[in-house]
């Protein structure tokens, strides 16, 4: 029982396998160039809001949405407006913890703040 039970899911996977290629999945190409770099035998694995995961027939890659021709950008459904206000956001969250950061390398940097924040350590250890 267990042997046919295996078969049928065997089948019922080539089966719609079969099915996907043929009705031209948008998630597999047989090529696709992206800056001058051609892929051959193409699946998308992944996406997310700014790029796409895939493996071909020289291994795996992940590729910027913004790097895809027009219309595969329309396809896996990229809008540059919003990409731009991400990366903006993204910026402006890395800008901030460089802020931080100068912040405690100055505290640091006074040998007086230094002696604070260890007494301050060490008080809060205590507690």
Same mark, same amino acid.
């Given at each position: !029982?267990?042997?046919?039970?295996?078969?049928?899911?065997?089948?019922?996977?080539?089966?719609?396998?079969?099915?996907?290629?043929?009705?031209?999945?948008?998630?597999?190409?047989?090529?696709?160039?992206?800056?001058?770099?051609?892929?051959?035998?193409?699946?998308?694995?992944?996406?997310?809001?700014?790029?796409?995961?895939?493996?071909?027939?020289?291994? !795996?890659?992940?590729?910027?949405?913004?790097?895809?021709?027009?219309?595969?950008?329309?396809?896996?459904?990229?809008?540059?407006?919003?990409?731009?206000?991400?990366?903006?956001?993204?910026?402006?969250?890395?800008?901030?913890?460089?802020?931080?950061?100068?912040?405690?390398?100055?505290?640091?940097?006074?040998?007086?703040?230094?002696?604070?924040?260890?007494?301050?350590?060490?008080?809060?250890? !205590?507690?």
């Amino acid at each position: !029982m267990k042997q046919y039970n295996k078969l049928g899911t065997i089948l019922v996977l080539l089966a719609a396998f079969a099915i996907n290629q043929a009705l031209g999945s948008p998630n597999a190409f047989d090529k696709l160039t992206v800056d001058g770099k051609t892929y051959h035998n193409v699946r998308v694995l992944s996406q997310n809001e700014s790029s796409i995961s895939i493996a071909h027939s020289k291994g !795996m890659n992940q590729i910027s949405l913004s790097d895809l021709p027009h219309e595969l950008q329309k396809l896996f459904g990229y809008d540059r407006a919003s990409d731009q206000e991400r990366q903006n956001r993204l910026n402006e969250q890395a800008a901030r913890a460089r802020e931080r950061e100068q912040a405690q390398r100055a505290r640091l940097q006074h040998p007086c703040l230094v002696i604070l924040e260890k007494q301050n350590n060490t008080l809060n250890l !205590m507690e």
